[in-house]
């Protein structure tokens, strides 16, 4: 069937400061913008089924806001809000724009601002609208790059990772002008640290910049989607936490996907077909009692102090600091628990959606949260040519850690809120909705 596509890319930077968020306990209000944040959308449309990707420069969608921007964009094109997925690139140097219960403890860390979510919701709402109208005969096609260079696992630089960059080049069937670019990226954009008050994407909106000044064109929209990396990082491979790394990361990611669509095989007849499923239940993670969250969190301070006396190597401190902040959540989540807020926080994510947007021979599936790598692999080691990719339309109020990652507990076990079974559970109902689609 005959392609249409439309792109277009709405900018969503703050006018003012705001505090920008991913680390606790510091007071990091932004003082300047080193680059721009970004709200890019993809439209497709086979004549029968129509699909929507819109990618933001931000940390977090939450559900409420991917509730309004779909219903909004649904009322405005007619494209059902399952059809479209709202995804988040995660970047540590941008607005708050989710509310997290482990957070609610840590007095530097303030409430979202409703007035930047909602100018985040307008522009979201319109880079959908104009994509669509912009919808143009079109011809597509993939190509994979691997982002070797860029980042680990964040626990062990040999262990569990997934170097595939899914690349999906979109140009005019006619001109071959470009329309649109989209990846997903299974590493953490943290090269910036807590010493950083810049706006920026980190090294995705850099690639972005790379991309468009030496491949793809300045108008072409660039959609970055974070694949599962729960466990994937820069802290391995960076030399410092500066924009000069950000930069150089930023460059080896757009190289490789330059390299990769440079000889793709375009496909102008493409089939497309959509199917969503909603989990109403999860298993929930058991908290410790109030006294063992608090030994924990002694245990965590003083295994830091260690090390940092020791002058041990500066990933090892680091990945103690990310302990230290668990053990801290960890605390305020057994509080919530014995109190009752966290059935509140339970049930803020349910139900939990997975959708599945297949393109021709290509799937895209979208999962809530932030999850480790492992399942997104299992998917992809059963059905060729999936990718998995997460933070889309919602999160969890933490991670979906492996069983290994619960049983040892450390910063993405401690805060995370549902079980490790939660990640086994989106792979068994991936896998249903793909042997149906087949």
């Known amino acids: 069937m005959t392609l249409k596509a439309g792109a277009a890319q709405i900018e969503i930077t703050p006018n003012d400061s705001q505090f920008l968020f991913g680390y606790p306990h510091v007071k990091r209000y932004s003082t300047g913008v080193h680059d721009r944040l970004w709200s890019s959308a993809l439209y497709l449309s086979d004549g029968n089924e129509q699909l929507l990707f819109v ?34 690139t995660h970047t540590h140097s941008g607005p708050i724009t989710a509310n997290y219960i482990s957070n609610q403890s840590d007095p530097v860390i303030p409430k979202a601002d409703e007035k930047y979510v ?50 999906l080049l979109v140009k005019n069937a006619l001109t071959h002008n470009n329309i649109a670019c989209m990846l997903i990226c299974s590493i953490h954009p943290t090269v910036l640290h807590e010493d950083s008050t810049l706006i920026s994407g980190d090294f995705p909106g850099l690639s972005r910049i790379y991309l468009q000044e030496n491949a793809l064109g300045q108008d072409c929209p660039i959609l970055h989607h974070t694949g599962p990396s729960g466990n994937q990082s820069p802290r391995y491979v960076t030399k410092e936490n500066t924009f000069k790394e ?52 002694k245990n965590a301070v003083e295994k830091l102090e260690q090390l940092r006396n020791s002058n041990a190597p500066q990933q090892e401190i680091r990945t103690a600091e990310c302990d230290w902040f668990g053990a801290e959540e960890i605390l305020t989540l057994a509080k919530a628990s014995k109190d009752g807020s966290l059935a509140k926080a339970y049930q803020s994510c349910l139900p939990a959606e997975i959708q599945v947007f297949k393109v021709g021979n290509w799937t895209f599936i979208g999962w809530q949260g932030e999850i480790f790598t492992e399942y997104a692999l299992a998917v992809k080691q059963k059905v060729k040519d999936t990718f998995v990719i997460s933070l889309a339309n919602g999160e969890m109020q933490g991670y979906i850690v492996t069983q290994e990652a619960a049983d040892k507990g450390g910063y993405e076990a401690s805060n995370a809120l549902f079980s490790h079974q939660a990640g086994e559970i989106f792979i068994e109902k991936t896998i249903k909705i793909l042997d149906e689609l087949k």
């Open 55 to 88: 990618a933001n420069d931000i940390i977090f969608i939450s559900k409420e806001v991917a509730r309004q921007a779909r219903k909004a964009i649904s009322r405005h094109t007619g494209i059902k809000p399952e059809n479209i997925m709202i995804t988040a």
């Open 246 to 297: 950000a930069n150089r990361l930023g460059q080896i990611l757009g190289q490789a996907v330059e390299k990769a669509i440079s000889n793709i095989r375009f496909i102008e007849n493409i089939e497309l077909s959509v199917k969503s499923k909603l989990i109403d239940e999860l298993p929930q993670k058991n908290f410790p009692t109030i006294e063992t969250a608090q030994q924990k969190l």
């Open 118 to 167: 909602n100018f985040m919701i307008d522009s979201i709402i319109r880079a959908a609208v104009d994509a669509f109208n912009d919808a143009q005969d079109a011809i597509l096609g993939l190509g994979i790059a691997d982002d070797t260079g860029i980042g680990t696992n964040r626990r062990n630089p040999d262990g569990t990772a997934d170097h595939q960059v899914p690349a």
